[in-house]
């Protein structure tokens, strides 16, 4: 019984590790802060208009003209606005897009279970939702990277509209949550052989 009593309380210490109030309090932030860029990082792809030049507007999905600078005359068909390279570009600056907002979701909902269920693997699952934030962050930049150099021509600092500095500001909180991330749960977690970045190393 005694054997068993003192194995027991090893497995019950490994399921609910101790943690002090300013970890808690960091993790807590990062998955709010994570939360808040998979909020605006999805807004601004669904919406998609990213750049007003003239009376042109360029997004995602659709390109705009204004006649009497009244209407706007949308059509999805890209080459129609007779930027080289432009339709077959943008198909993968909106897939990069979208997988980065997917990917983000996914490493959220890691963040949080781990939070949820603190168990033995706790740690594990932190740091895999660390790691798909930065490759969600990777995927972001890549969109946004991409859909200036199809419209380098046309692109000036005014041009550019609320919702692409909305996922700009989503792709740089997606950079600092998962360095954040990474880092708090290497230097928490001391009593396993650790990655520099927070992911387990083979013994």
């Known amino acids: 019984m005694t054997a068993l009593g003192v194995q027991a309380q090893r497995l019950l210490g490994q399921r609910r590790p101790h943690r002090s109030f300013f970890e808690c309090f960091t993790r807590a932030l ?17 919406d998609g208009e990213w750049l007003l030049a003239d009376d042109r507007l ?21 080459s129609q606005a007779q930027v080289p390279w432009l339709a077959s570009g943008m198909v993968v600056a909106r897939v990069v897009a979208t997988l980065a907002v997917v990917v983000a979701i996914f490493g959220l909902e890691f963040l949080i279970v781990s939070q949820v269920c603190e168990d033995s693997l706790a740690w594990r699952k932190w740091a895999l939702g660390s790691t798909l934030l930065l490759i969600s962050f990777i995927l972001s930049f890549g969109g946004l990277l991409s859909f200036l150099v199809l419209l380098r021509s046309q692109v000036t600092l005014l041009g550019l509209t609320l919702m692409f500095w909305s996922d700009f ?22 009593n396993n052989k650790m990655h520099p970045w927070g992911l387990p190393t083979k013994v």
């Open 169 to 190: 500001t989503a792709s740089f909180l997606l950079f600092l949550n998962a360095i954040s991330g990474l880092h708090i749960n290497s230097i928490t977690h001391i």
């Open 58 to 78: 360029f997004g995602l999905w659709r390109f705009c003209t204004a006649s009497n600078q009244t209407e706007l005359h949308c059509l999805r068909d890209l």
């Open 30 to 46: 990062i998955i709010l802060c994570t939360s808040l860029a998979v909020v605006l990082s999805s807004i601004s792809v669904c």
